[in-house]
């Protein structure tokens, strides 16, 4: 993009504010560690994204189920990719489909896994990027605080229920998250196995690409 100066410097300092982007004593931008982060799940043939059809395909447990993948981006859930099964959902979520962190099995997933300081951590991190109004950051503390106390359920206004579960990577910069969908009317028929089955499949992703789990 041709950009006058001023304008080019006032992104480059956007974007350093928010460590997508470092600079050197000499005025030279370089990739930040959020950049680092991100993309640290793409290089060398060893990412989530692509080990994903592969693990799911070594549990019985998720034989003939849509399973999909997920990452946190600011205060939505972003889906990555999706191993269509064999039962007919009312709504699937395509690639890049964003998801609600309060109202989506992935969102829920993330809030319930994250502890306090964690969940401080990504809402600054929203906030930077979306403009988060106080009220907005208050209501998703709420509603992570429900779900890790189990008194809320997730929505499935489409007709489908979704076993999910979430880890954080990279020190807690970046989370993954994996669910299972099932249509609503079936129930969750040998859950505690599909769940089990999630968890390894979680494993395995954030180990590819060598992050650091959180407790």
């Keep these: 993009m041709r950009l006058p100066k001023s304008t080019a410097f006032d992104v480059c300092s956007g974007l350093a504010a928010h460590e997508l982007l470092t600079r050197d004593s000499d005025g030279r ?49 972003l889906c990555l990719d999706v191993r269509l099964g064999t039962q007919p959902l009312p709504e699937t979520p395509r690639p890049g489909v964003r998801l609600g962190l309060t109202d989506s099995g992935p969102g829920a997933a993330i809030l319930t896994a ?32 429900q779900f890790r106390r189990g008194r809320r359920a997730v929505p499935s206004p489409d007709g489908t229920v979704a076993l999910a579960r979430a880890r954080a990577a990279g020190e807690g910069r970046s989370w993954l998250a994996v669910a299972v969908l099932l249509p609503a009317r079936n129930g969750s028929p040998g859950s505690e196995g599909v769940v089990a ?19």
């Design 29 to 77: 931008y370089h990739l930040g560690r959020h950049i680092e982060t991100l993309a640290s799940s793409w290089v060398d043939g060893t990412s989530a994204l692509q080990r994903f059809a592969r693990v799911c395909a070594t549990q019985d447990e998720l034989d003939g189920k849509t399973v999909t993948l997920h990452t946190l981006a600011g205060s939505s859930v």
């Design 114 to 145: 994250a502890t306090d300081e964690e969940l401080d951590a990504l809402l600054r991190r929203a906030a930077g990027f979306e403009g988060l109004a106080t009220q907005e950051i208050a209501a998703i503390r709420a509603v992570g605080a």
């Design 197 to 215: 089955a999630i968890e390894r499949v979680l494993d395995a992703l954030v180990g590819a690409v060598g992050a650091t789990l959180a407790p």
